[in-house]
């Protein structure tokens, strides 16, 4: 049974940071491509970063280009989004998805975590 579980969300002041944590289990993570999708109340689902199985190739919304960094340790199981320069318009919820489409950072992923919430307060 695969599981998703993402860490690392909180309240943070505007340009503060925050890292989040996405861990698999139940398969390797080196067999998929990984992205990070947010919702925030009132709006619908976008996929804000996504990267390859093998970290060649990613994608970011424009909204956050120069401002968050995807990465993965496939050794760890693990997924992780660097988010510097926070603004207000960055609090949503944020899922880790298994296997999204890297070019658009969208499509149907096979699993979803549960998601964490990330509040920045201007």
């Known amino acids: 049974q695969v599981q998703v579980v993402e860490s690392g969300g909180g309240l943070v002041q505007a340009g503060g940071s925050l890292r989040l944590s996405c861990t698999v289990s139940?398969?390797?993570?080196?067999?998929?491509?990984m992205g990070w999708f947010r919702q925030a109340p009132g709006k619908e689902r976008e996929g804000v970063s996504c990267?390859?199985?093998?970290?060649?190739?990613?994608y970011y919304v424009d909204s956050v280009k120069g401002r968050f960094t995807i990465s993965r340790d496939n050794a760890k199981n693990t997924l992780y989004l660097q988010m510097n320069s926070l603004k207000p318009q960055d609090t949503a919820m944020y899922y880790c998805?298994?296997?999204?489409?890297?070019?658009?950072?969208?499509?149907?992923?096979?699993?979803w975590g549960q998601g964490t919430q990330v509040t920045v307060s201007s």
């Open positions: 998805a298994v296997a999204p489409r890297v070019e658009s950072c969208s499509g149907s992923p096979s699993y």
């Open positions: 990267i390859s199985w093998d970290s060649g190739t990613t």
């Open positions: 139940g398969t390797s993570l080196q067999l998929y491509s």
